[in-house]
């Protein structure tokens, strides 16, 4: 296996130590990563410093160089699809839908435009809001979606004319270690740097003095860590955590489509997405169909190692991801809902689980409280719209959510009264380069994507004429 090494101003950097990583479908480690050191993360921090000043300066430059980058992972998915689903466990197909899209996002970014208003233009004055790099970003990554989350935040940081310090999760850092040494040839030394290490690197980054912005992914708990140390001196976070999001079937929905697409929506990625649904609500006349129709995908779903052909959910990526969806499952069992299909984790090396429906189960247990993040999904019972939603909106999440109705309009209206970043309706997890992504409450502060998540990398800065 290739030893990836950082990128720190342009070269490939080895680290002074280094930390094992483990293939998550044979619970084996098979490869090494870097771990940075204090002084290899000053040196990243510095030349991300010295890189701005000429970066800065030339939009032209700035695009030209996006558009390469993203020429470059769109090339190279094929290639980099075995190294990412080796260290994160999804199917091949999508590690290389992947990195593709994570390409596809520099591209988009590329041509996106820099908002400059001119807000008064008179015989007194002209007053001109432009947007203005922040400096140097420290990105900090998770491990569902190791690289298009790191392109979420390197093409419109680098847009914007920030250079960047990201490191990837301990527990997949090879593609993001592998895509910096690949961008060194397409991007000015320094404007982005990767690093890798141990969870206690990230809080090392957090709290240096040279980066201006935190860009985090991660857990709802790391993300109040992060922005506890951003705090103090003043660094700009944008913190997108988890989520909870609920699916709310009204009574006219037909069972046969609505459940295949909540299967795919809450079971892509084993369920390993911030905004996959994690909760359905249905009500008591579509209940046992929709079950049903929920289960029979799940039992078709081929559940194996991630370069198997026709797997369709890998493994969890990690061993506590793992049990802590197990626990919730058995907290649920004992606590009298029903597995409809699945119901534990699968014995022996990986670290697979068997795709779960659950029955049963309401809000009050933990499964439908919290986020499960992994391959089971409650469906619980509701007697009315209004009370469906209450609940839906009951939690200290609110990433997305969504309704689901033969009646588009009834089901917009619906949907309206959720309290979250993104209200779908008759879809989940539609997302785009400009579209505008963020959650309520603990799933984030600020919004990534589109001219919105632009706005997030810049300050705003007046220019004020007075006419003489
Ligand atoms: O996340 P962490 P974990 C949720 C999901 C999962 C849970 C735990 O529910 O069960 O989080 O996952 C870095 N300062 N999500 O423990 O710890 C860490 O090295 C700065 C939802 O892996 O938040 C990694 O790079 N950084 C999520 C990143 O933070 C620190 C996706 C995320 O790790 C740090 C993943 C610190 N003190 C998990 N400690 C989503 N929003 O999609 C760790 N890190």
Same mark, same amino acid.
């Given at each position: 296996m290739t030893q990836y090494g950082m990128t720190i101003g342009g070269e490939s950097v080895k680290g002074?130590?280094?930390?094992?990583?483990?293939?998550?479908?044979?619970?084996?480690?098979?490869?090494?990563a870097p771990d940075c050191s204090a002084e290899q993360l000053d040196a990243a921090f510095e030349s991300a410093r010295t890189a701005y000043r000429g970066w800065k300066d030339d939009l032209a430059a700035r695009r030209a160089a996006l558009h390469a980058a993203g020429d470059l992972l769109m090339a190279k998915a094929q290639e980099l699809a075995p190294v990412l689903t080796a260290e994160q466990g999804k199917p091949l197909g999508e590690a290389a839908a992947e990195v593709f899209g994570a390409?596809?996002?520099l591209k988009h970014h590329a041509d996106m435009a820099i908002p400059h208003d001119v807000i008064r233009d008179d015989a007194a004055a002209r007053v001109e809001v432009v947007r203005r790099p922040m400096g140097v970003v420290a990105a900090i990554t998770p491990w569902n979606f190791?690289?298009?989350?790191?392109?979420?935040?390197?093409?419109?940081?680098?847009?914007?004319?920030n250079t960047m310090v990201l490191k990837p999760s301990p527990y997949t850092p090879l593609t993001t270690l592998a895509v910096g040494e690949l961008l060194a040839d397409v991007l000015p030394s320094g404007v982005l740097n990767v690093v890798s290490g141990r969870d206690p690197l990230g809080a090392r980054m957090t709290a240096h003095p040279v980066p201006r912005k935190v860009s985090f992914t991660g857990s709802v708990a790391t993300g109040k860590r992060v922005a506890a140390s951003a705090a103090d001196d003043l660094k700009r976070v944008t913190l997108e955590l988890g989520g909870n999001?609920?699916?709310?079937?009204?009574?006219?929905?037909?069972?046969?489509?609505?459940?295949?697409?909540l299967f795919d929506q809450a079971f892509l990625n084993n369920g390993q997405i911030c905004s996959a649904v994690k909760r359905v609500y249905v009500p008591d006349n579509l209940h046992d169909e929709l079950v049903e129709a929920i289960a029979?995908?799940?039992?078709?779903?081929?559940?194996?190692?991630?370069?198997?052909?026709?797997?369709? &959910? #890998?493994?969890?990526?990690?061993?506590?991801?793992? /049990? !802590?969806?197990? @626990?919730l499952v058995a907290d649920a069992l004992a606590r009298g809902a029903t597995a409809v299909t699945g119901g534990k984790a699968?014995?022996?090396?990986?670290?697979?689980?068997?795709?779960?429906?659950?029955a049963g189960a309401s809000d009050g247990f933990a499964i439908v409280d919290e986020e499960q993040f992994g391959p089971a999904?409650?469906?619980?019972?509701?007697a009315s719209v209004e009370e469906a939603v209450e609940r839906a909106?009951?939690?200290?999440?609110? &990433? #997305?959510?969504?309704?689901?109705?033969?009646?588009? /309009? !009834?089901?917009? @209206?619906v949907a309206s009264s959720l309290e979250c970043g993104t209200a779908w309706v008759n879809t989940h997890l539609a997302l785009h380069p400009g579209q505008p992504f963020g959650g309520f409450g603990w799933s984030g502060v600020g919004t990534e994507n589109g001219p919105w998540g632009l706005e997030g990398f810049t300050e705003v800065q007046v220019r004020h004429r007075a006419k003489l």
């Open positions: 002074e130590g280094a930390f094992d990583v483990v293939n998550p479908a044979t619970g084996q480690v098979y490869a090494q390409g596809y996002w190791p690289l298009m989350l790191a392109c979420w935040k390197i093409a419109p940081a680098l847009l914007a004319g999001d609920p699916a709310i079937v009204l009574p006219d929905a037909d069972p046969a489509v609505v459940g295949p697409k029979a995908c799940a039992r078709e779903a081929k559940v194996g190692d991630g370069t198997v052909e026709g797997v369709r &959910l #890998g493994p969890l990526n990690n061993a506590p991801q793992r /049990d !802590r969806v197990a @626990e699968v014995d022996g090396p990986g670290y697979f689980h068997e795709p779960t429906i659950i999904l409650p469906i619980v019972r509701y909106n009951g939690t200290h999440f609110g &990433l #997305g959510g969504s309704v689901w109705s033969a009646d588009e /309009d !009834r089901a917009y @209206e």
